[in-house]
């Protein structure tokens, strides 16, 4: 008897909480109907393994696609756990960004915290998030200011460009007696990445590529990269686990270099480390290492795949390759040899500037931000409950044929004669108080690489590979490359 009663008592705590459960995830359609129109999925998972479909960047995906088509381009959804307005309307999405703090505020995943900690400006609000981006602000024109910055970028870009000559020619390729010649395969991503962490390390903490304490930082940084797109499982082991770690180590690294910084006295190297030890800000240590964390970060990740981006479309299109080499083999032609190239340089890649903005509108390296409504918010016909998430989707704007003709396709001279900028219907880097503050200095390594790479190589993608939304931006292949020397090494 006792047993039955207990199995009873059991079914009825099941139950009870299935039934907690399901009137948990639908309560909030019933208690909000004027919310936008759209589906729920199922309790607790929602509709969130829909959205987050792998499909390739320069698409909506099916989930968008489908949504967009049955509710509009502002819809309801339970996404992460949460009842969410998705928004794929321009106004709507500039709205959001520009109402920072007043009607919105950044909301990221707990597991994110986890990640980046406590401190990162990807995640803080209010008056520390303000503090550390006029901090970021600060430093990004210093380093703009420095004599130095553009001669280190040119410098790592030859350095890495130049090395491909020594690879190993591709099998059944003719190499010319002086070694320079013969087809080579680069995994171009793995290039791209070598190349931005080389400039992000030596303007923040003043390292140079072949120091063994860059090479450590980048061992532990490859693994907290892979933890911040992964499962949020800190079990031993995992890569959620592993990125904990690496950033433990990252920290305990950049302490130690604070502290040699310290102790070397009035000796300065001039990098974002020296400004921020200086200043007169009143960041804790564990602040100035969470700093500097989200500037590896932010030099790192969107550089490197911006590059890869130019790379993949150019290849794409002869015909734009053709018109970027034009340009940089008259950039070249004005200036001695072993000329460095100036801002005045970087001002004349206007046709480089175009293939940067377009490769940055297709292939949409930043899909969508996380916000969440601090009130109800009535904009247009539209309610936004309070405390639902919110999420602006840049990459649905971006490729609306409405806004942008053909939007489905690369060309580049839809930039001629209209602004570089952010706008409304251009927002890669976001937009409004979060404004990524790195985003022009991500366009000039991007457009320096590009210089070095067009006048020394000829290059073709090395079979199928394409950019793909998970929603982090990957190519599933590393964009494999056969390069060609366009000049035999002397």
Same mark, same amino acid.
């Given at each position: 008897?006792?047993?039955?009663?207990?199995?009873?008592?059991?079914?009825?705590?099941?139950?009870?909480?299935?039934?907690?459960?399901?009137?948990?995830?639908?309560?909030?359609?019933?208690?909000?109907?004027?919310?936008?129109?759209?589906?729920?999925?199922?309790?607790?998972?929602?509709?969130?393994?829909?959205?987050?479909?792998?499909?390739?960047?320069?698409?909506?995906?099916?989930?968008?696609?489908?949504?967009?088509?049955?509710?509009?381009?502002?819809?309801?959804?339970?996404?992460?756990?949460?009842?969410?307005?998705?928004?794929?309307?321009?106004?709507?999405?500039?709205?959001?960004?520009?109402?920072?703090?007043?009607?919105?505020?950044?909301?990221?995943?707990?597991?994110?915290?986890?990640?980046?900690?406590?401190?990162?400006?990807?995640?803080?609000?209010?008056?520390?998030?303000?503090?550390?981006?006029?901090?970021?602000?600060?430093?990004?024109?210093?380093?703009?200011?420095?004599?130095?910055?553009?001669?280190?970028?040119?410098?790592?870009?030859?350095?890495?460009?130049?090395?491909?000559?020594?690879?190993?020619?591709?099998?059944?390729?003719?190499?010319?007696?002086?070694?320079?010649?013969?087809?080579?395969?680069?995994?171009?991503?793995?290039?791209?990445?070598?190349?931005?962490?080389?400039?992000?390390?030596?303007?923040?903490?003043?390292?140079?590529?072949?120091?063994?304490?860059?090479?450590?930082?980048?061992?532990?940084?490859?693994?907290?990269?892979?933890?911040?797109?992964?499962?949020?499982?800190?079990?031993?082991?995992?890569?959620?686990?592993?990125?904990?770690?690496?950033?433990?180590?990252?920290?305990?690294?950049?302490?130690?270099?604070?502290?040699?910084?310290?102790?070397?006295?009035?000796?300065?190297?001039?990098?974002?480390?020296?400004?921020?030890?200086?200043?007169? +800000?009143?960041?804790?240590?564990?602040?100035?290492?969470?700093?500097?964390?989200?500037?590896?970060?932010?030099?790192?990740?969107?550089?490197?795949?911006?590059?890869?981006?130019?790379?993949?479309?150019?290849?794409?299109?002869?015909?734009?390759?053709?018109?970027?080499?034009?340009?940089?083999?008259?950039?070249?032609?004005?200036?001695?040899?072993?000329?460095?190239?100036?801002?005045?340089?970087?001002?004349?890649?206007?046709?480089?500037?175009?293939?940067?903005?377009?490769?940055?509108?297709?292939?949409?390296?930043?899909?969508?931000?996380?916000?969440?409504?601090?009130?109800?918010?009535?904009?247009?016909?539209?309610?936004?409950?309070?405390?639902?998430?919110?999420?602006?989707?840049?990459?649905?704007?971006?490729? +609306?044929?409405?806004?942008?003709?053909?939007?489905?396709?690369?060309?580049?001279?839809?930039?001629e004669g209209s602004s570089q900028g952010t706008s409304k219907c251009f927002t890669p880097f976001g937009g409004g108080p979060r404004l990524c503050p790195g985003s022009?200095?991500?366009?000039?390594?991007?457009?320096?690489?590009?210089?070095?790479?067009?006048? +020394?190589?000829?290059?073709?993608?090395?079979?199928?590979?394409?950019?793909?939304?998970?929603?982090?931006?990957?190519?599933?292949?590393?964009?494999?490359?056969?390069?060609?020397?366009?000049?035999?090494?002397?």
């Open positions: 008897m006792m047993a039955g009663e207990l199995a009873l008592a059991a079914l009825a705590i099941l139950l009870a909480s299935l039934l907690g459960l399901v009137l948990s995830h639908f309560l909030p359609l019933l208690l909000n109907p004027k919310a936008p129109r759209g589906s729920f999925g199922w309790p607790l998972l929602g509709e969130t393994l829909r959205f987050l479909t792998p499909h390739a960047s320069n698409t909506l995906g099916g989930f968008l696609e489908d949504h967009c088509s049955r509710y509009g381009r502002v819809f309801k959804s339970h996404l992460f756990c949460t009842p969410t307005v998705v928004s794929c309307d321009p106004d709507l999405n500039h709205f959001i960004l520009q109402n920072e703090e007043r009607l919105f505020q950044c909301s990221y995943p707990r597991p994110i915290h986890g990640i980046l900690g406590k401190s990162s400006m990807l995640v803080v609000l209010g008056e520390d998030h303000k503090r550390l981006r006029n901090l970021a602000l600060a430093l990004v024109t210093s380093t703009r200011l420095k004599p130095s910055y553009l001669s280190d970028i040119e410098k790592i870009a030859l350095h890495v460009v130049g090395s491909w000559r020594h690879h190993q020619p591709a099998a059944g390729a003719k190499e010319d007696g002086g070694g320079g010649g013969g087809v080579r395969v680069v995994a171009f991503c793995e290039e791209a990445r070598k190349f931005a962490f080389s400039v992000i390390v030596k303007q923040v903490l003043g390292l140079s590529p072949e120091e063994p304490v860059t090479a450590r930082i980048l061992e532990d940084f490859l693994a907290f990269m892979k933890g911040l797109i992964s499962f949020p499982l800190y079990i031993p082991g995992t890569p959620y686990a592993k990125a904990v770690q690496a950033r433990e180590r990252i920290s305990s690294t950049v302490k130690g270099i604070i502290e040699e910084r310290r102790s070397a006295g009035p000796c300065k190297k001039g990098d974002f480390l020296d400004v921020l030890l200086s200043s007169s +800000n009143e960041l804790s240590d564990e602040e100035k290492v969470s700093f500097v964390l989200d500037s590896l970060l932010g030099g790192y990740e969107t550089t490197s795949l911006l590059i890869s981006m130019v790379v993949y479309f150019l290849g794409q299109s002869a015909e734009d390759l053709d018109l970027v080499k034009m340009e940089h083999d008259s950039i070249r032609s004005n200036k001695g040899k072993e000329e460095c190239l100036t801002s005045e340089d970087y001002k004349k890649m206007e046709y480089t500037q175009h293939v940067i903005n377009e490769a940055l509108r297709c292939g949409n390296i930043v899909k969508f931000v996380h916000r969440k409504a601090l009130k109800d918010v009535r904009y247009k016909e539209y309610l936004i409950p309070s405390g639902w998430k919110v999420l602006p989707v840049f990459s649905a704007v971006h490729l +609306n044929p409405l806004l942008h003709g053909s939007a489905q396709h690369f060309q580049p001279r839809r930039w022009e200095l991500a366009k000039v390594e991007a457009a320096f690489f590009i210089h070095h790479l067009v006048l +020394n190589y000829r290059w073709r993608i090395d079979g199928d590979d394409i950019p793909m939304a998970y929603p982090y931006v990957e190519f599933q292949r590393g964009l494999p490359i056969e390069i060609e020397p366009i000049c035999p090494e002397s």
